[in-house]
């Protein structure tokens, strides 16, 4: 019986957001171009399961591009409509278009000037009828069986907000950078904000030989500085970068016997290594090094003016920062 229930309650409220779909007409468009006009925020506000959906529209539309906050309506009688300016908009969400709270403001609203969408399941409601503009979200039944508990009714309303996020999304030509600008705590901003020159070592932390060294000499500043590698330059004030040796380059070498130890860094180093420069992203980093063939790679120089090492970048501070 409950997984009957269960199928039965999605079916109907697939339907309910499938009905909305002849509902993107004149009037959804006038609200995407009233919100595109605004010259302030777009204010959610709604009560009970409504207010929950609220929320979740504000935080959507905040983050891809449309400013928004949620305004509790019960608040807003004492004290909060001091957020709300002429420039904004209100967008109103109600099932019956009666809730007390927001009819309570709607005077104050009115004064203050900013204009009122609403989204609502009946267009002869209190609220519709005191709105500049209405989007029937509008359901034949609810989910719950006993048509009581908000279900379906609210599923059509976070659609429709979804739909009016993404409407305006579209419209604002909204970009990946531009979303990861918004979350930049998430793996998307780390991959698409985080640059080489974030991450990178540099100055006295870059390790440096120049030809003149040993492989034995170039073990060291390798073990010294911790990074797995030593930038072999031509000399270290120009910092010319001609080659790189890697602790990988010296372990395949011991397999040839330790007399190598002695031999010229130049004999040891690969010439004409991959890099980057510190402008680029770290995610593009981390591409090149598991790119690289014919097997991938953990350490990238970086440069400038093509050849001049400023520093370099190693796999493991790539997957510290959370590009992958």
């Known amino acids: 019986m409950s997984i009957e229930e269960a199928r039965a309650c999605l079916a109907i409220e697939a339907e309910a957001i499938l009905s909305l779909i002849p509902r993107i007409d004149e009037r959804f468009a006038a609200?995407?171009?009233?919100?595109?006009?605004?010259?302030?925020?777009?204010?959610?506000?709604?009560?009970?399961?409504?207010?929950?959906?609220?929320?979740?529209?504000?935080?959507?539309?905040?983050?891809?591009?449309?400013?928004?906050?949620?305004?509790?309506?019960?608040e807003g009688i004492h004290g909060d409509l001091g957020m709300v300016t002429p420039d904004d908009v209100i967008l109103a969400i109600s099932n019956s278009g009666e809730t007390n709270e927001?009819?309570?403001?709607?005077?104050?609203?009115?004064?203050?000037?900013?204009?009122?969408?609403?989204?609502?399941?009946?267009?002869?409601s209190t609220l519709s009828q005191n709105a500049d503009l209405f989007l029937d979200v509008s359901v034949a039944k609810e989910a719950c069986p006993l048509g009581l508990a908000p279900t379906a009714s609210t599923t059509a309303a976070l659609a429709l907000g979804d739909a009016l996020a993404v409407a305006l999304l579209s419209a604002r030509k909204f970009t990946p950078e531009?979303?990861?600008?918004?979350?930049?705590?998430?793996?998307?901003?780390?991959?698409?904000?985080?640059?080489?020159?974030?991450?990178?070592?540099?100055g006295n932390d870059v390790p440096l030989v120049t030809p003149g060294k040993t492989v034995k000499e170039a073990l060291f500043?390798?073990?010294?500085?911790?990074?797995?590698?030593?930038?072999?330059?031509e000399d270290l004030e120009m910092r010319r970068l001609i080659g790189l040796i890697t602790d990988g380059d010296i372990r395949r070498g011991l397999e040839r016997g330790h007399n190598f130890l002695d031999k010229p860094?130049?004999?040891?180093?690969?010439?004409?290594?991959?890099?980057?420069?510190?402008?680029?992203?770290a995610a593009e980093a981390l591409s090149i090094m598991e790119k690289n063939k014919p097997r991938?790679?953990?350490?990238?120089?970086?440069?400038?003016n093509r050849s001049?090492?400023?520093?370099?970048?190693?796999?493991?501070?790539?997957?510290?920062?959370?590009v992958v």
């Open 31 to 74: 609200a995407v171009e009233m919100i595109l006009n605004c010259r302030g925020r777009v204010i959610v506000t709604g009560m009970g399961k409504s207010g929950l959906i609220g929320k979740k529209i504000a935080a959507t539309l905040a983050s891809t591009g449309t400013p928004a906050f949620f305004l509790h309506p019960a």
């Open 102 to 124: 927001i009819i309570s403001i709607l005077p104050s609203i009115k004064r203050i000037g900013a204009a009122i969408i609403v989204m609502c399941g009946r267009e002869q």
């Open 178 to 202: 531009d979303f990861a600008l918004y979350h930049p705590g998430g793996s998307l901003g780390r991959k698409l904000l985080l640059t080489v020159e974030n991450i990178m070592w540099s």
């Open 221 to 233: 500043v390798i073990t010294a500085k911790g990074l797995g590698a030593t930038l072999v330059v």
């Open 265 to 281: 860094v130049t004999e040891l180093m690969t010439r004409t290594p991959r890099t980057i420069t510190k402008d680029k992203l």
């Open 296 to 304: 991938p790679i953990t350490v990238l120089p970086v440069v400038e």
């Open 308 to 322: 001049q090492a400023i520093g370099i970048i190693h796999l493991t501070d790539l997957l510290r920062q959370g």
